[in-house]
């Protein structure tokens, strides 16, 4: 069965403090791997596309990731405006949809 | 680019009473469209799939009498909640493909909060 599994399930971090989410995947054939951010109330914004290992992806204060079994999302100095929950997830080849994980919310403190 | 829009974004109904929502892709074509709903601090749940002119392929567990999807265009898709009744609130949200990317990214809309009273 193809899963996404997404940890820290949250994350409380200082204004400034760099760290990473991760997504751990297991899927029978990798189409693509999707970041996206949602903030409370609203639909989920696109942020990233990672199709093959070795990859990597940068937008602002985001970088991507990608190996064989996981991604990662490296924020770097973040600020208050970068608190939102930040979701993942997978294309498996062959199939239309998309497959989420739970998803991390992290928080930047001022 | 890539914006898709929902309408309404809030909409309170009585127990028993159908309620549409819209799904526009505002500047791309999109071939194909998705409709989820999502839970409070829940991830999104995949209700059903639906090709331009085709009939949309439902989850497992997703009645597709009581949620009624139209993709009839390809910048609209609707999905009509039948005899809606207090367990069907939730917020539901639509994404589209564009059909001429490269990419397989999904957008989505904005979301449509639903009460059922």
């Known amino acids: 069965e193809d899963q996404v599994t997404q940890s820290p399930e949250a994350l409380r971090l200082q204004e400034g403090e760099s760290s990473s989410l991760n997504c751990s995947y297991t899927v029978s054939g990798l189409r693509g791997l999707f970041w996206y951010r949602q903030d409370p109330g609203k639909g989920p914004e696109f942020l990233f596309t990672l199709y093959s290992a070795g990859e990597e992806k940068e937008k602002e204060r985001l970088k991507a990731t990608l190996t064989k079994k996981e991604s990662f999302l490296h924020i770097t100095a973040p600020k208050p405006e970068d608190s939102a929950t930040y979701l993942c997830a997978v294309q498996v080849k062959g199939a239309q949809k998309l497959v989420f994980g739970q998803g991390t919310r992290l928080t930047i403190n001022p | 680019g890539a914006v898709v829009s929902q309408h309404p974004s809030r909409v309170i109904c009585k127990s028993g009473t159908s309620v549409k929502i819209e799904c526009r892709s505002l500047d791309f074509q999109a071939t194909t469209m998705f409709w989820y709903r999502q839970f409070p601090k829940q991830s999104l749940m995949l209700m059903a799939t639906?090709?331009?002119?085709?009939?949309?392929?439902?989850e497992q567990g997703v009645e597709k009498d009581k949620f009624l999807i139209n993709h009839a265009s390809l910048t609209l898709s609707t999905l009509t909640v039948t005899s809606a009744h207090p367990e069907d609130s939730s917020f539901y949200i639509c994404s589209a493909r564009d059909g001429q990317r490269a990419g397989n990214e999904q957008f989505f809309g904005p979301g449509t909060r639903l009460t059922v009273l």
């Open positions: 639906s090709n331009e002119g085709s009939k949309a392929t439902y």
